[in-house]
C-alpha cells in the first residue's frame, strides 16, 4: 500500500511540529509546504523543520506553486489562521484539485455558525472534485466538545452538559501565553477581548459542536472573559508579570436551549494555575463525570490529532465534515463499499 | 420526518428496558418483539412491557412471525445472546429483509475474533440487502474499548493500553450477580470458569477492538479469572455470599504485540467491592489518563448505547460494521452523499 501524500500549509510552530511527525510515519510521505515567509519560502523543507526529508521537498509560497510543483496530494495539513471564513479562502486551490484538508483552525470545528454561506460554497466546491474538509484539535476538537459527546453515547437522556478545563500556561508556547493576555494591565486585556486581540478561539465553536450532536437547537450563546490577577510575580520564558497585571484568562460560555442554560464551557488558562485537568458532567440518566488528570496536553495533542484524523477523513464523504461525522478509527485502506 | 421503525429481539431485563426507553423516544416507532417465552409471545407488549404500545404491538414467537406481522422494520434491538454464531443465526432473517440489527451480543464488539467465517457471511449478506449490524454497549462497547481508543486520537504514538474497571455489583441485577459466581466455593468458581459459566463475556473482543482501531497486530491474548473471596458475610436480594465464598471476580486479559504486554484490561467485579471505576492510560507522548469516577453505570448505560446508535447505524454503509466505523454523532436525518 502506497504511503499518504501530504502537505503542510504554514510552518509556524503547530506546522512544523506537524511535519516533524507526519515525517516519522511510514504511512505519510511529506511531499512539500507553503509558507509566504520570505525566511521560509524557497529553501527546502528539512532546512525549515529541521528533518531529513529529500532535498527536492520545498516550501512553497504560495498554494498554487505547490500544486504546479508536486501535483496534488491527497491531504493538506493546514495551520494557518483561526478564522474559518479566511481558511476556506486559502485551502480552495487545495479543494479544487481534489485534495482534502485537515486544520486546525479554531472557526472550522463547527463553520456554519459564523461563516454559513462560505461553509456552503466550500462543501459544494468538495462533492464536485471529491475532496474533503475537516478540522480537529484539542480545544475546541477534543477536551470540551468531543469528550462530553462521546460520554453522551452512554446517556438515557442528556439534561445538561458542563465542561471544565484548566491549562497551566507556564510550559506553553510564547503565542499562548500572548493569547491569554500575559503580563496586560486588566483594562488593557479586557479592552483586547472586546476587540478579539486576546481570548480563547472556537469556544462558541465548540458549544455548537455539542448543541448539533445532541440534536438540541440553540436560542442563544453568551460569552465572557475576565483576566486572572497575579498576586505575585510571575516569569516565563517569554513574560514577566507583575502582581496587579494579567496572568491569563477566564472564559466561559453558556448555551440556552428552550430557555435554560444547557450547556456551560468553563476554561482557566492561566500562569501557574493549579491543579490543571479536563473534566465533562453531564446531566440526566445516568448523571456522567469523566475526568482527565493533568488536561490534555495542549500542543503534542494538537499535533497528534492532526495527523491520526487523516485515515478517519480519507474514508469520508466528500463534503465539508464535521469531526463527528468521521468514524473513531479507520486502520485500513479505505474499501470500496 | 417519520420515525424509524424499531422491533426487539429478546425481552429480558435488557430487553424490556430497551423497549421502554425506545417508546419514549419521539423518533423511533416500536412495531413489535420477539420472545420464544410462552409466558411472553402471542402477548401484546404493552402487557410485556408494562407501556401503553397499541394493542396491536405483540410479541412474537419467532422474527420470521413478526417480519410477516409487521413487515420489515428499520432497525431490530436484540438482546438475546451473548455468542456471536448464535447471534448470526438469530437475526439472519432481518438482515436479508434488509433490516438492520444494534446487538448487545458481547462476541459482536468484534466477531471476526471468534466466528471469522460466519461475519464474512453476514457481512456478504449485508451488502446484498443494504442492511447493516452493529454490537454496542458498556463492557465491552465503551468503558475499556472505546474510551481507550477516542483518547488516542490525541496521542502522537501509543505505546501502551491500560484500563482498569471495578464494578461495586451489590445493586446490579441477578444474572449479573449470578455471571460473577456470587456465592460458589472458590474451586467451584475456578470450574465454572474453565467451562464458561461464569466470568465476563466480550473481554477478549474488546481487546481485539482496541488493537483494531491502533493498526496493532495481536500475537497472543492471555486471559486469566480469579474470584474474589468475601472475608463478613454478604446479603444481596439475590444471594447470600459467607466468608470464604466468592463474592465477585477479578479477570484481567492481557495483548501481546511484537512480543511485549502493550494492551493489559483489568476488571473487578464484586459485591461491596469500594472505589468503582473506569481509568483508562495510554503511555505514549504524551502519556494520557482518563477516570470516570464511580465507572459507567452498567444498565442505565447499556440500553442507552444500544437506542442511541440507531441512527449513526443507519448512516453507515450496508455490512458487518464496528462500533469504530461509525461515526461519532448523526443527528440529522440520513443525507444523499
Known amino acids: 500500500m502506497l504511503p499518504t501524500r501530504v502537505a503542510l500549509f504554514g510552518l509556524g510552530a503547530i506546522g512544523r511540529e506537524a511535519v516533524r511527525l507526519a515525517g516519522a510515519k511510514p504511512r505519510l510521505q511529506v511531499v512539500g509546504a507553503v509558507d509566504r515567509d520570505p525566511a521560509k ?25 505547490l500544486l504546479a510543483a508536486t501535483g496534488p496530494p491527497q491531504v493538506l495539513l493546514h495551520t494557518a489562521t483561526s478564522h474559518a471564513a479566511l481558511a476556506f479562502e486559502q485551502v480552495r486551490p487545495a479543494l479544487e484539485a481534489g485534495t482534502s484538508v485537515v486544520s486546525t483552525c479554531e472557526e472550522l470545528i463547527f463553520p456554519r455558525l459564523r461563516s454559513a454561506p462560505e461553509t456552503d460554497a466550500c462543501d459544494a466546491l468538495c462533492r464536485r472534485t ?63 477581548w472586546r476587540l478579539g486581540a486576546v481570548g480563547h478561539a472556537g469556544f462558541r465553536q465548540s458549544l455548537a459542536l455539542i448543541a448539533h450532536a445532541l440534536g438540541w437547537q440553540l436560542d442563544g450563546i453568551d460569552e465572557a472573559c475576565e483576566p486572572v490577577i497575579a498576586t505575585e510575580p510571575v516569569q516565563t520564558p517569554h513574560f514577566q508579570v507583575e502582581p496587579g ?32 485537568h479536563d473534566t465533562v458532567r453531564l ?9 482527565i488528570p493533568g488536561g490534555t496536553p495542549g500542543d503534542d495533542a494538537t499535533v497528534a490529532h492532526l495527523i491520526n484524523v487523516i485515515p478517519r477523513l480519507l474514508v469520508a464523504a466528500p463534503g465539508v465534515r464535521l469531526l463527528t461525522e468521521l468514524p473513531m478509527a479507520a486502520p485500513e485502506a479505505p474499501r470500496r463499499d
Do not use: W
Open 41 to 65: 519560502a524557497g529553501r527546502s523543507l528539512a532546512e525549515v523543520a529541521g528533518l531529513p526529508f529529500p532535498a527536492k521537498t520545498r516550501v512553497h509560497a504560495t498554494l498554487a506553486e
Open 130 to 192: 471529491g475532496a474533503r474538509l475537516v478540522a480537529t484539535g484539542v480545544n475546541p476538537g477534543f477536551a470540551m466538545d468531543l469528550l462530553p459527546i462521546l460520554a453522551s453515547a452512554v446517556s438515557r437522556e442528556v439534561t445538561g452538559v458542563y465542561c471544565s478545563r484548566v491549562v497551566d500556561a507556564a510550559t506553553r508556547r510564547r503565542p499562548l501565553q500572548a493569547k491569554i493576555g500575559c503580563g496586560l494591565d486588566p483594562d488593557e486585556f479586557r479592552r483586547q
Open 245 to 276: 497585571q494579567t496572568r491569563g484568562l477566564h472564559q466561559r460560555v453558556v448555551g440556552i436551549v428552550c430557555g435554560v442554560e444547557a450547556i456551560e464551557l468553563d476554561l482557566t488558562m492561566a500562569l501557574g494555575e493549579p491543579d490543571p
Open 283 to 291: 446531566g440526566g440518566r445516568p448523571p456522567l463525570e469523566l475526568t
